[in-house]
């Protein structure tokens, strides 16, 4: 949109697609087309989203936002089949302007239980500690990082785009690498408890994250609200129910 501004987190979109596109499996997964892409001439600003689903994952969505240098966003949440009560693997890379760039990332928990924490948050431990600028913490300002969230998430705010290259890339390679053996490796359950009790922990996140996402306004902005409305609840978060 912005002939001046690089598109920061493009790497991050071409690592993931190459990534997917190894996945036993793989077929796209359908959505309505006009929330796959979108332009807006003023401000100017384009949207794209991409969807799949695999042998091991029921849903995996990425949208990258190009609005020049006002925003570069790079948004992926990866759901496992539910025969895995695994969490989701959530990433959320922003810049604004030149000199505001915040990067989430994490191994998103469907429960707070400690074993559950120690057993599938705590592996990338190791990895978070290679990376001294990615272990800030976030605000309560949308969030609660005491749902949905583990100790492990990456969250780092930089004043300039450097570290998203030198650390950010890195790490998120490593993440994406761990958390996708992790799933590969897992024996499912298929029992129909265990499904349904994991169908409806996906469901409250989304739900969560409907309510919470800072980005509706953002979307509004471009695209309008209808749009962004319709773009939260039937793509982004598509097990949600709006609030009216
Ligand atoms: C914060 N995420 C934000 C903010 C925006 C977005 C605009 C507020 C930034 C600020 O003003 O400080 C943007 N969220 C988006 C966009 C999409 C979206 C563009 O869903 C969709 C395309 N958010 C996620 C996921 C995670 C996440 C999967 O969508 C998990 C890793 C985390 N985003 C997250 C957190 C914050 C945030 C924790 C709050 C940062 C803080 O508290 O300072």
Redesign the pocket.
């Known amino acids: 949109a912005n002939d001046e501004c690089p598109l920061f987190f493009m790497p991050f979109v071409e690592h993931q697609l190459s990534i997917t596109r190894e996945l036993p499996g793989l077929a796209d997964l359908p959505f309505d087309e006009h929330l796959s892409y979108q332009k807006s001439e003023k401000p100017v600003a384009r ?1 794209e ?1 991409w969807a799949w689903k695999s042998t091991h994952f029921r849903k995996i969505r990425a ?1 990258y ?1 190009d609005a020049g240098y006002k ?1 570069q ?1 790079f ?3 990866w759901y496992p089949n539910p025969s895995y009560e695994h969490p ?1 693997l ?3 890379f ?1 810049s ?1 302007g030149k000199k ?1 760039v ?1 990067c ?3 191994f ?1 928990p469907l429960s707070q239980d400690k074993n559950y924490l120690e057993k599938y948050c705590a592996r990338v431990k190791g990895i978070k500690e290679k990376y001294e600028g990615l272990s800030g913490t ?6 609660d ?1 005491a749902q ?2 583990s100790r492990q ?3 780092a ?1 930089f004043d300039n785009p450097g570290p998203i290259g030198s650390e950010l890339f890195p790490a998120f390679k490593e993440y994406v690498e761990e958390y996708v053996n992790m799933i590969m490796e897992a024996s499912p359950d298929e029992s129909e408890s265990s499904v349904s009790r994991v169908l409806q922990l996906h469901k409250d996140y989304d739900q969560y ?1 409907a309510e919470r ?3 509706i ?3 509004s902005t471009y695209w309008g609200k209808e749009w962004a409305s319709a ?2 609840h039937e793509f ?2 598509s097990d949600s129910e709006p609030i009216s």
């Open positions: 949207i989203s949208t936002i925003a966003v948004n992926s949440v989701l959530g990433i959320d922003l604004f505001k915040l989430v990332m994490d998103q976030m605000s309560a300002r949308f969030y990082e949905f969230f998430l990456v969250f705010k994250s996402d800072p980005a306004g953002l979307f773009f939260t982004l978060f």
